[in-house]
């Protein structure tokens, strides 16, 4: 299975299946009822920011800077996400290679020997004092890393650190009289966790409810 992150749920109604004696391929289509409600249900997470346990996600940035949703800024993620029976469970799993990311979040910490972490500024919206316009990509100075800029001592193409408003910058000369900011200098970036797979109480309620009518009053032991 070409998946990324996976969740495998409800281990608890598993072993009451196996109780009752029934093979995997007794209770495929029931799991697989199942699996197409958790991808309805993980769709309305997206859509209302929420995770499994109902609560709301931190907004991203991105989202505030441009109106729109988080974790939906190209729908990748939410399009990712599948279900699988084959193994006699029910597996929930996203082929995305960022969702462990969102998913339990992150911590990146700079390698040893640096003291900080670059993370490259936008064309837009980096440069200081007079206007000037700008022939570099959007994202991020044609994915330059901060050690590949020119560090002349003076004029046009010199870089320094400089504090502006509490954080840290890479500056450029651009012109005798115009600036730029080429990155962020951090110690550390936390990507923050907003969870999207996995069962709540309500979805745990709905799968008991679901192989009880699918098996009868037998599994009636599990709620």
Request: glycine content about 10%.
């Amino acid at each position: 299975m070409p998946a990324q992150l996976e969740i495998i749920g409800l281990r608890a109604a598993q072993e009451a299946i196996n109780r009752l004696g029934l093979a995997a391929k007794d209770t495929r289509t029931v799991r697989a009822d199942i699996g197409e409600e958790m991808l309805r249900r993980i769709e309305k997470r997206f859509a209302t920011e929420t995770g499994p346990d109902g609560e709301r996600w931190k907004r991203s940035r991105r989202a505030e800077r441009e109106g729109g949703q988080t974790l939906r800024q190209t729908n990748a993620l939410r399009s990712s996400i599948h279900y699988d029976v084959s193994d006699g469970n029910l597996n929930l799993y996203s082929s995305d290679k960022k969702a462990r990311v969102h998913q339990l979040g992150l911590s990146i910490y700079p390698k040893p020997g640096h003291q900080y972490l670059t993370i490259p500024l936008r064309a837009e919206g980096g440069e200081f004092g007079e206007p000037e316009k700008s022939t570099l990509s959007r994202k991020g100075r044609d994915r330059r890393r901060a050690a590949h800029y020119n560090v002349a001592d003076e004029g046009v193409g010199r870089t320094w650190v400089a504090r502006v408003h509490g954080k840290l910058y890479l500056f450029q000369a651009t012109g005798e009289h115009t600036v730029r900011a080429l990155f962020l200098l951090v110690g550390s970036v936390t990507m923050i966790a907003r969870p999207f797979l996995g069962f709540g109480q309500d979805d745990i309620a709905m799968v008991i409810a679901m192989l009880s009518e699918y098996l009868g009053d037998a599994f009636d032991k599990t709620s």
